[in-house]
C-alpha cells in the first residue's frame, strides 16, 4: 500500500525499519518551533536525542536548557541538506519529529520524500497544505467553517483576506468592503476572504493514537480506530491586533492609517467552559474519521493535531483551520496541562509522541506510527 501523496511508502518503511536497532533509537528534531518541548520530552521517555541546526548561534541557546540540550547535533549548511544526509539518519537509528518548521524550511515536497522514518502520516501533510483541501476533509468530518467570499464585490460586512504563503499570519487584513478590499490587497499572491467570525479563539490540541484500544476511542465506519485525547489548549498572542484596542476605536485607528495585522508572536495557555468539551470532542472526532478517507489508501491521523476555532456569542465552534502535527502552542505545557494531568502529570505533546514511541517498540509496532 502507498501511502497518501508520498513516495516513502510502508515496504520502504519496513525495510528501513528492518535495519534499525529498536534498542537505540535517537529523536531527531530540527532545533526551533517546540523542539526543546520535543526534546524534554524524548529525553523523559529514555530516548537519546538529536538536534538539527543551521548555525552556531542556533545551537548556542540549547545550553541555557541543560534538561532538553540534545545528546548530539547535526549541523548544517542549510535545512535542504537534511535530504542528503537520509542514510546518515538512518545509520544511526534516527526518528525525525516533524514540526511547522521543519516543513517551512524543507518545503512539503521535499519533506513528503525525505527517506527518514518520521513520527505521523506525512502524506495528511499534502492536505493540511491546501485551503481548499483542509475545507473538504474538516467540512467532511463535521466542522463548520467560516463562509468564503469568492467575489470580493460581495464584501459585505467584515471579512479576513489570507494569503496563501503567508506565515503565521504575515499580511492579513481586515477589510469591511469592496473599498476596504482594494486598498489592502496584494494581487501578485493568491488570496482568499472568509469572513471574519467575531468570538474567541481557542486552539485545541489533540493527540490521536492508532495504537491504543482504551479512552475515548474514535469510531470509524468499520467500529474503533483509535484512542483520541485531548492533551492542551492555548490562544495564540498576535501582534498587533491583540493591543489595537488600546490605541481607541477602528475610526480612531484607520485616521492613524493603522491596519491590524495577525502576526504570532507567542502564546498562551487557556481552558475552555466545561460544556464545550462534548462538541470539542465531536469535531476532532469526526475529523479523525474524515481523515481515513482523504484518499484511498490514507493511513489517517496519527499523533498530534490542533483545531484552530473561534467560539461565538452562540456557543458555537467554527473550525478556521487544522494543523496535522505537533502546534506551537503547545510549548506552554511542557510540565503538563489542565487536561493531560488529570491522567498522567507532566504529559506534554512532546512526551506524548516519545511516549507512543516508546510503547510501539515494546510491542514491535513502529511502522503503525511512523511514515
Ligand atoms: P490562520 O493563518 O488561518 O491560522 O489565521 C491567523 C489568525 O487570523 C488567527 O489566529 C485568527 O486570529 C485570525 N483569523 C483567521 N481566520 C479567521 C476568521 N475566519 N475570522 C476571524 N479571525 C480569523
Redesign the pocket.
Known sequence: MKAVGMVVDLITLKKWLGNYDHESITIGVVASHSSLQILHGARMEGFKTLGIAVGENRKRYYSAFPGAEPDDWLMLENYQDMIKHAEWFRERNVIIIPHGSLVEYLGSQNYANLEVPTFGNRGILNWESSRAKQREWLEDGGCVM?KVIDDPHDIDGPV?V?YAG?K??EG?FVARDYRDFKRNVNLEEEFTI?????GC?YYLHFFFDPTKNDGFQVQGRDGPLGSLELLSMDR?D?SN?DEFYKLGSLRDLREMNLEPS?V?TGNMPIVIRESLLPKAFELAEGTVAASYGLEEGSRGMIGPFCL?T?VTDKLEF?V??ISARIVAGSNPFIGGSPYSDINEPFMSTGRRIARCIRQAIDSDNLDSILS
Open positions: 467560516p479576513i489570507k503567508a503565521g499570519g492579513y472568509q469572513e471574519y467570525v467575531l479563539r495564540r498576535e491586533v495577525f504570532v484552530e473561534i467554527r478556521f483551520e
